[in-house]
């Protein structure tokens, strides 16, 4: 589809069909068939309320497709419409589809989504069957090319493709359809017919087999614990007993045991979480302190003077003479003396000018 040129780069070529889609925006975007055609360039979108003159695959349709309009679709193309098969009654269908709208055969759908369910085909599928029953089975290979499901989808469906494909006419095509369905059925009751003769259980009564709830851990638990219990009566019916698992060997006495017992139930009770916790850890009460005493404030306490009876040190301080210790006196006094010799009298005097005669 997308050939390289001289440079190495690939190169977008128009495809030999033409393939259009109504685009309701029911899917998501990430898993949408018709999306990812439309960014390969294999289809274009069409606007609702907008008619189309080729082939419309259409679930609302009233006749089938087949080989008898493959002229229409060489002239015009083929389209699907690309919704929801759950939003289905949502689809405005008076706005879109055109004068030949066609159904799709029975075939099974090979998609993530819908995979082995029959008549639940994605866009690229019906458009793929659409191009295969009218003689293109080219262009249904290289529409399923982007697909990890399109040759699956060709695959399961080879022996109904081919049958459709045979057909002349519409009439045909249903004809070829009926003998397909009474096939499996009858199929499907002789199955169920010998396994019963068998005695075996029919694996799809409870139905898809693809499509079984998956076991929770907690149900696959409990089934163990059962078994477990089974065995373990067992086990009381052989013995006796109480079903305890029995020393293949016989190395251990039962007294050795008991000892060991005793000395893991000595141990465990020991242990942290049940000894009782030490007096010894306890904190003391809190202490009380008495409040002191106030004495009577007096000048000799502020001071500091007052230090008890100490004579010794009253007679060394009343034998020390008084001296100007920092010599302040000295520095008073000569300060005096120079201002008295540097003292200078300021007086100020008014002197008039002469009056004019």
Same mark, same amino acid.
């Given at each position: 589809?997308?050939?390289?040129?001289?440079?190495?780069?690939?190169?977008?070529?128009?495809?030999?069909?033409?393939?259009?889609?109504?685009?309701?925006?029911?899917?998501?975007?990430?898993?949408?068939?018709?999306?990812?055609?439309?960014?390969?360039?294999?289809?274009?979108?069409?606007?609702?309320?907008?008619?189309?003159?080729?082939?419309?695959?259409?679930?609302?349709?009233?006749?089938?497709?087949?080989?008898?309009?493959?002229?229409?679709?060489?002239?015009?193309?083929?389209?699907?419409?690309?919704?929801?098969?759950?939003?289905?009654?949502?689809?405005?269908?008076?706005?879109?589809?055109?004068?030949?709208?066609?159904?799709?055969?029975?075939?099974?759908?090979?998609?993530?989504?819908?995979?082995?369910?029959?008549?639940?085909?994605?866009?690229?599928?019906?458009?793929?069957?659409?191009?295969?029953?009218?003689?293109?089975?080219?262009?249904?290979?290289?529409?399923?090319?982007?697909?990890?499901?399109?040759?699956?989808?060709?695959?399961?469906?080879?022996?109904?493709?081919?049958?459709?494909?045979?057909?002349?006419?519409?009439?045909?095509?249903?004809?070829?359809?009926?003998?397909?369905?009474?096939?499996?059925?009858?199929?499907?009751?002789?199955?169920?017919?010998?396994?019963?003769?068998?005695?075996? =259980? $029919?694996?799809?009564? @409870?139905?898809?087999?693809?499509?079984? +709830?998956?076991?929770? &851990? %907690?149900?696959? /638990? !409990?089934?163990?614990?059962?078994?477990?219990?089974?065995?373990?009566?067992?086990? =009381? $019916?052989?013995?006796? @007993?109480?079903?305890?698992?029995?020393? +293949?060997?016989?190395? &251990? %006495?039962?007294? /050795? !045991?008991?000892?060991?017992?005793?000395?893991?139930?000595?141990?465990?009770?020991?242990?942290?979480?049940?000894?009782?916790?030490?007096?010894?850890?306890?904190?003391?009460?809190?202490?009380?302190?008495?409040?002191?005493?106030?004495?009577?404030?007096?000048?000799?306490?502020?001071?500091?003077?007052?230090?008890?009876?100490?004579?010794?040190?009253?007679?060394?301080?009343?034998?020390?003479?008084?001296?100007?210790?920092?010599?302040?006196?000295?520095?008073?006094?000569?300060?005096?003396?120079?201002?008295?010799?540097?003292?200078?009298?300021?007086?100020?005097?008014?002197?008039?000018?002469?009056?004019?005669?």
């Amino acid at each position: 589809i997308n050939p390289r040129d001289e440079d190495g780069e690939t190169t977008k070529t128009r495809p030999a069909f033409k393939a259009a889609c109504w685009d309701l925006e029911h899917c998501d975007p990430k898993r949408c068939s018709g999306k990812r055609l439309m960014h390969f360039g294999l289809m274009r979108e069409l606007s609702i309320g907008q008619k189309f003159s080729g082939v419309i695959i259409s679930p609302n349709a009233k006749r089938v497709v087949s080989p008898a309009d493959r002229e229409l679709l060489e002239q015009y193309g083929a389209a699907v419409v690309e919704c929801s098969w759950a939003r289905v009654k949502e689809v405005p269908w008076s706005k879109i589809g055109g004068k030949c709208e066609r159904l799709l055969p029975y075939l099974v759908a090979a998609n993530s989504v819908n995979y082995g369910r029959p008549w639940r085909l994605n866009c690229v599928e019906a458009l793929a069957a659409c191009f295969y029953i009218c003689g293109h089975e080219d262009w249904a290979h290289e529409v399923l090319a982007h697909f990890s499901y399109g040759e699956p989808f060709l695959e399961i469906n080879a022996q109904l493709l081919k049958r459709y494909a045979a057909c002349a006419s519409e009439e045909e095509v249903k004809k070829a359809e009926e003998l397909w369905l009474e096939k499996i059925e009858r199929e499907y009751s002789e199955s169920r017919a010998e396994g019963a003769a068998a005695g075996k =259980e $029919d694996v799809w009564k @409870g139905g898809n087999m693809n499509r079984r +709830p998956v076991v929770d &851990s %907690d149900d696959e /638990d !409990d089934d163990d614990d059962d078994s477990n219990q089974e065995d373990a009566e067992e086990d =009381e $019916d052989d013995d006796g @007993g109480v079903g305890v698992a029995k020393d +293949p060997l016989e190395i &251990s %006495d039962g007294s /050795d !045991d008991e000892e060991e017992m005793a000395e893991l139930r000595r141990r465990v009770l020991q242990s942290k979480p049940f000894v009782n916790p030490a007096t010894t850890d306890e904190k003391p009460p809190p202490e009380t302190i008495s409040r002191p005493q106030l004495l009577p404030i007096d000048s000799d306490a502020e001071s500091g003077s007052d230090l008890g009876d100490n004579d010794a040190f009253d007679n060394i301080i009343n034998a020390t003479p008084v001296t100007d210790r920092t010599g302040i006196e000295a520095k008073q006094r000569s300060k005096n003396e120079e201002s008295e010799k540097a003292s200078a009298v300021f007086s100020r005097s008014i002197v008039g000018a002469p009056k004019r005669w």
